[in-house]
């Protein structure tokens, strides 16, 4: 009875075997590969699918997905003969697994070989300035070299970048400085310029308030002689309405005489020739006042002598 049960038992388990090795569960976006043999028979896609066990065999399970890959730095010589190292990043995505597996035998090392000497190419025709500058035309011409070349690999390439462009060191330190000059010029220029529009506002400025000083002034000086000449004018209409005599006038003068020699600045003043003839009639004026009451034109009192005492 023994043997019987260790048959059956291993019966059981090369059936349990047999049954794990003919289901097979592939994920989805992902393909596997089967050989009959050795030779490819088929592809398997996502989902459940069967093979016969023991005699297919599954070869390879891959990725459908688009995958990332970054590759270390590699020095270019640029057209100008200077050594830059170049970091690039390759977006890809496998089209045909049967290709990818049988037609290339590390797809992921043939791209980044490509990518090297496609790159030097590229950079070897460019000078170091247009390689810091032409990135988008760079990213678009290696694509394009990939994307023809990995075709037939079951591979397209749907983006390539440049993660890094390293000078030398010393051409760092040296564009750090025209840039230091770049920007202090810029800053110079831009500070002339504040100054230079700063004086013009202030000259524009300056000669609007000189211009309504000016014109302040001239209305004053205008409404000033106005009103003096109005002053005059009442003065003279007042003088000619009363009819002044020669007497008035020559009084009036000299109430005004203490008010022009005031101040320190007066020292010398003139007086006219006018001033006489109205002096002399207001002296016959004050000649002819009697305070007694006698009036002008009345005749003296007599002297009364009195008679010697013997």
Known sequence: MQPIIIVLIILVVLVFIALIKTIQVIPQASAAIVERFGRYTRTLNAGLNIVVPFIDSIRNRIDLREQVVPFPPQPVITQDNLVVNIDTVIYYQVTDARAATYEVASYIQAIEQLTVTTLRNIIGGMDLERTLTSREEINAALRGVLDEATGKWGIRVNRVELKAIEPPT??????????????DKRAAILQAEGVRQSEILRAEGEKQSAILRAEGEAKAAALRAEGEAQAIRTV?????????????LAYQYLQMLPKIAEGDANKLWIV???IGDALKGLGGAFGNFNPTGGGSGGAPKERREQPPID
Do not use: N, T, V, Y
């Open 236 to 248: 003279f209409e007042s003088i000619h309405a009363g009819d002044a005599d020669q007497k008035l």
């Open 170 to 183: 010393s051409i760092q330190d040296s564009m750090e400085k025209q840039m230091r000059a770049d920007r």
């Open 272 to 274: 006219p020739s006018e």
